[in-house]
């Protein structure tokens, strides 16, 4: 706009059709996908104040609209309205299908009417779980795992001085971020408004008939989990970073650049304020609700069948419902009347903040680089480089808080009959949590590198370097799904002779106990608190050479060498509760970190490029032949590695679940390994590791057969190839043909191989799938 002034702009998008995507089974679940559109703009302006200052500030927005997840879109078959075939089907909650009209969910609904949208709610069916014996079972009929909307806006703004010597800069950036999205992404498995009944086989279930589509037949359940409310978060934060910076050319071989990074992280919240966190410290233990236990209606001690029904352990009454064979679907749930259903827990924003969770207002990243020229000449040069950077967690580990409790709740049945639901037994629900730690600090992570330069004949160079990262006040995972569960079954309570179920005579450890009434916050089921408590770190060496192009060939390779990665990350905190309801680790908690601290490094990865001209034609064989022979090139690319790391892991087809091993089931054995089971990698595509290096875990496990990351797979090395032919189009045009050839040696690379081993039971370690080992 003039010599000092400079204003640029963009637009970019994506358009696409609007199109129904045949299901897995074609005409059951087609699904359609409503706005498949991103917008994408941005403004920068550009001022030169005058010749040693200058302004600029930017502005961008984004906006995309998804619906993915599950069946990968809105189902359009009339079969997905729950009405038509499953109309009597006993839900838990009948009403958790109705939708809120501030919702994003309802304007999609209204402007899509899918068959199993009324106007007010979702009359999808309940998805269903079919068990260890039936292999490919039929589809679910289920809602997107994700229907959103993201819009995104972002705002820069930077001043740079020149002053002598020095080059200071100061700037912010703010991004303002919204997003709507059903709950579901980060949370509890399985939970949604629809239901989910799990027929599976489970030999801890009396019930249990052995198959899961008999057990379907029968009415036979072993879970029967639905949340009582269909929620959306309208989620937002603010993530705004003040900076101020020095580049300093200290003198003509030394040059340093520091200065120091402000971030103000804002939590993701609900503007509705429907999160809510639970607090140990407020539950108390003379509030929690009384919960049903297993009798006898017949007087016997022991009992099965109808017979064996939920009773209060106050007066010894059994519990009865018009109509209803058995009450054993309530066993574990709270008897109406008793205790605070809410115990412990608070809403945003109801004497917490509103934002459900905190952390520092206010952190802080040093940053520091400096290049040295050792030798005056620049053909040897020292840099490093170090910083204190900050992590914001994804968004999967706040999506799903705003199904808790008291803004929702859910039905969470154990070994019951369908049949009991529909004739009058109604039940009070025990809710599972998704929470973010109250008091948290922000994820994080110091960085450094040192290294040296050299310039060496032929056009090349290389570049020796060590690099470090060390995290802290790190999340179990960044994307959530690995979260601490404040209320998990102590590791042995199955196995106490006070938690048995005296209704029940089975001999296997654990197999006589009732989840609900093993939890030490009596009332309330899984609490999955994410965490800003786990840590790791790496080293690493690496090496860059390359060559610039010259006399038609250039070259690079890179080589990174792993040193140690290790770390708590992706492990469990193995707790304990006093009475109080005050938690803390178990004494062991340190030698299980220690036995798995070792993370996935990958020991070698290495990268190499090259691009070749072809020489041109003699001049002798004139223009036919210079047309047809010049301008051709050869490139290649060689990728090389070590493959992931990997570890067996067991399964009993009877007899053999966590609570059966540990006598708990939040915490889970490890398979022991009894031999050297070897690298992991074989020649021999059918035994990739030895199996009879390995056996399974047997009762009274507490979690510490075996490390992690034991096994490697078979490295990468790979070939892509490209033959390229530049056509001459006069002035700077050319015409450019290209042949790509990927894996050209066709090398194979095992990437996936069976790791799970079937055992029958622990007391029978009879392998079942030795075929696939």
């Known amino acids: 706009m003039s010599p000092k002034l400079r204003v640029t702009g963009k637009y970019s998008g994506d358009r696409r059709r609007q199109l129904t995507t045949p299901g897995l089974i074609q005409g059951f679940t087609d699904v359609y996908t409503p706005y498949p559109y991103i917008a994408n703009y941005a403004a920068t302006v550009n001022y030169a104040m005058n010749p040693t200052t200058f302004v600029e500030g930017t502005y961008g927005f984004i906006r995309n609209e998804l619906t993915g997840g599950n069946e990968g879109g809105v189902l359009i078959n009339d079969s997905s309205n729950r009405l038509n075939g499953l109309a009597t089907f006993p839900l838990l909650y009948p009403d958790a299908g109705i939708v809120d009209h501030r919702y994003y969910a309802y304007q999609v609904m209204q402007a899509v009417t899918p068959p199993f949208w009324d106007g007010t709610r979702l009359n999808l069916p309940p998805t269903f779980g079919w068990g260890s014996r039936i292999g490919a079972a039929p589809p679910n009929q289920r809602y997107p795992g994700w229907l959103n909307i993201n819009r995104t806006q972002d705002w820069a703004a930077s001043v740079t001085k020149v002053m002598g010597h020095h080059t200071f800069k100061a700037g912010g950036y703010n991004n303002h971020s919204f997003k709507a999205q059903n709950t579901g992404a980060g949370g509890i498995a399985n939970l949604t408004f629809q239901g989910f009944v799990n027929f599976g086989n489970d030999t801890n279930n009396a019930l249990d008939s052995g198959f899961g589509y008999s057990n379907a037949a029968l009415g036979v359940f072993t879970q029967y989990l639905q949340a009582s409310k269909f929620i959306e978060g309208q989620m937002i934060y603010n993530n705004t970073e003040f900076y101020i910076q020095d580049n300093w050319k200290a003198s003509d071989r030394l040059t340093m650049d520091y200065g120091v990074r402000f971030t103000r992280q804002q939590p993701q919240y609900d503007r509705f304020q429907q999160m809510s966190n639970f607090f140990p410290d407020k539950w108390s233990a003379a509030q929690a609700p009384l919960l049903y236990i297993a009798g006898c209606s017949n007087g016997a001690a022991s009992c099965g069948g109808n017979t064996r029904n939920a009773m209060d352990p106050r007066t010894g009454q059994i519990l009865t419902a018009p109509g209803a064979a058995n009450t054993q679907a309530a066993i574990g749930t709270p008897i109406p009347g008793t205790g605070n259903l809410n115990n412990g827990i608070l809403q945003a924003g109801d004497g917490i903040a509103k934002t459900g969770y905190v952390w520092p207002n206010l952190v802080v990243g040093p940053r520091f680089g400096m290049a040295y020229d050792l030798t005056g000449d620049q053909t040897l040069i020292l840099r490093a480089s170090g910083g204190l950077f900050f992590d914001r967690p994804d968004g999967n580990t706040v999506f799903s808080i705003p199904g808790n409790p008291p803004i929702a709740t859910a039905g969470d049945l154990r070994n019951g009959q369908l049949q009991t639901l529909g004739t009058g037994l109604t039940t009070v629900p025990v809710p599972a949590l998704v929470t973010f730690q109250y008091d948290a600090q922000v994820p994080a992570q110091w960085q450094w590198s040192v290294g040296v330069q050299r310039a060496l004949p032929w056009a090349t160079a290389i570049d020796v370097s060590y690099v470090g990262n060390r995290g802290y006040n790190r999340l179990g995972a960044f994307q959530g799904g690995s979260t601490v569960n404040l209320n998990a079954v102590h590791i042995g309570a199955a196995y106490r002779q006070e938690n048995q179920d005296p209704t029940q005579t089975s001999t296997v450890p654990g197999a006589n106990t009732i989840d609900n009434l093993l939890r030490p916050y009596r009332g309330l089921g899984a609490i999955n608190q994410n965490t800003t408590d786990f840590h790791d770190l790496y080293h690493s060496m690496q090496v860059a050479l390359n060559r610039r192009f010259r006399n038609g060939f250039l070259f690079g390779v890179n080589y990174t060498y792993g040193i140690p990665f290790s770390g708590n990350t992706g492990l ?162 050319r015409l450019q043909f290209r042949l790509d050839v990927f894996n050209a040696f066709n090398t194979v690379v095992i990437n996936g191989r069976a790791t799970q081993i079937q055992y029958n039971s622990p007391t029978d370690l009879t392998v079942r799938n030795s075929q696939y080992l």
């Open 572 to 733: 469990q905190k193995r707790l304990q509760h006093a009475s109080d309801g005050s938690v803390s680790v178990r004494p062991d908690q340190a030698d299980y970190e220690k036995l798995l601290n070792k993370l996935d490094r990958r020991p070698h990865i290495l990268r190499a490029n090259a691009v070749w001209d072809f020489p041109n034609a003699p001049s002798g064989l004139g223009r036919i032949g210079a047309a047809v022979l010049n301008d051709w090139q050869i490139a290649g690319v060689l990728s090389a590695g070590s493959a992931p790391a990997y570890d067996l892991t067991y399964t009993y087809q009877n007899n053999g679940s966590n609570k059966n091993l540990t006598g708990s089931p939040d915490y889970g054995a490890r398979i022991v390994y009894v031999d050297n089971p070897g690298s992991g990698c074989s020649s021999d595509q059918y035994a990739q590791f030895n199996r009879a290096a390995v056996t399974g875990p047997t009762y009274g496990s507490v979690g510490l057969e075996s490390g992690r990351n034991i096994l490697r797979g078979c490295p990468d090395r790979t070939v892509d190839l490209a033959l390229l032919r530049n056509i001459r189009a006069g002035g700077d045009r």
